[in-house]
């Protein structure tokens, strides 16, 4: 997804969703990674801030598929988790 994308899904653009960009990018090119289709990456992120919005669109982890677990202890941390078989 282009950062314009994810500025209309989020609603506007703001600095928290420009670092959740960020993030997500360069964790999916560092790790090698592809957007999730299934459960195969599990995202952990622990606050409910804007850039989660972006992390949602680049890695393919959402709460509705369960690859996105939500531990709300107000930091700027996010971790990726690769599941093979």
């Not at 972006?54 to 700027?76: E, H, P, V």
């Amino acid at each position: 997804m282009t950062y314009e994308e994810i500025i209309q899904f989020h609603g506007h653009e703001c600095p928290g969703l420009a670092i959740g960009y960020r993030m997500a990018t360069a964790a999916m090119e560092s790790l090698e990674l592809f957007r999730a289709e299934n459960e195969e990456l599990v995202a952990i992120v622990e606050n409910g801030a804007c850039g989660i919005d972006a992390l949602q669109c680049i890695a393919g982890c959402t709460f509705g598929k369960g690859n996105l677990l939500f531990r709300d202890y107000g930091k700027q941390v996010y971790t990726c988790l690769l599941y093979t078989s």
